[in-house]
Antibody, heavy 127, light 107 residues
Framework: QLQLQESGPGLVKPSETLSLTCTVS??????????WGWIRQPPGKGLEWIGS???????YYNPSLKSRVTISVDTSKNQFSLKLSSVTAADTAVYYC???????????????????WGKGTTVTVSS | DIQMTQSPSSLSASVGDRVTITCRAS??????LNWYQQKPGKAPKLLIY???SLQSGVPSRFSGSGSGTDFTLTISSLQPEDFATYYC?????????FGQGTKLEIK
């Protein structure tokens, strides 16, 4: 059974770079059917997609965060990572990693959804 | 970006009730709409994809409908474990967006 596990510092100082890693177990990150992504949730608020990556390294980012975000993949370790620079208190959130499954559905065509999630890790930005 | 708006933002209901949550997209997204359930302190769980397809293992009391800009999630008979927050998500664009959530509470 595929599992995802986020790891990284729980406390980051303002203006510094937040770095998180998602380790994939029970399956290969190099499968052609999946993208891998990061989603965050500020305290008491909704979900915000940060960005996604394919095992080849192709990426998509949320335009509102694009200038500060870098997502990378390490297929040898079955991991992908998030770096968010110049953080402020507004970046305090639970950060989730998730698998995006791509399928071809006969009635609609190519489709994707987020079907496996990590448990999430809380990151607080504070001095 | 495509904006997703859910209504209501919160809802009180009783066990056994039929409940409907609405999600509206700012432009047509065909059937590229997913629904997730999130319980406190837990990660979201996929319930419905492609507007009306039930994810494996999800009880049949959950159903989805709609296309274009207007979508609904219906729970036919609320169970105690269904009290949670529900999110819609558009996958029409690779730059995906979520609705703001609907919190379903016990009356």
């Amino acid at each position: 059974q595929l599992q995802l596990q986020e790891s990284g510092p729980g406390l980051v100082k303002p203006s510094e770079t937040l770095s998180l890693t998602c380790t994939v177990s029970g399956g290969s990150i190099s499968s052609s059917s999946y993208y891998w992504g990061w989603i965050r949730q500020p305290p008491g608020k909704g979900l915000e997609w940060i960005g996604s990556i394919y095992y080849s390294g192709s990426t998509y980012y949320n335009p509102s965060l694009k200038s500060r975000v870098t997502i990378s993949v390490d297929t040898s370790k079955n991991q992908f990572s998030l770096k968010l620079s110049s953080v402020t208190a507004a970046d305090t959130a639970v950060y989730y990693c998730a698998r995006h499954t791509y399928r071809f559905l006969a009635f609609i065509g190519d489709y994707y959804y987020m079907d496996v999630w990590g448990k999430g890790t809380t990151v607080t930005v504070s001095s | 970006d495509i904006q997703m708006t859910q209504s209501p933002s919160s809802l009180s209901a009783s066990v056994g009730d039929r409940v409907t949550i609405t999600c509206r997209a700012s432009q047509s997204i065909s059937s590229y709409l997913n629904w997730y359930q999130q319980k406190p302190g837990k990660a979201p769980k996929l319930l419905i994809y492609a507007a009306s397809s039930l994810q494996s293992g999800v009880p049949s009391r959950f159903s989805g409908s709609g296309s274009g800009t207007d979508f609904t999630l219906t729970i036919s008979s609320l169970q105690p474990e269904d009290f949670a927050t529900y999110y819609c998500q558009q996958s029409y664009s690779t730059r995906t967006t979520f609705g703001q959530g609907t919190k379903l509470e016990i009356k």
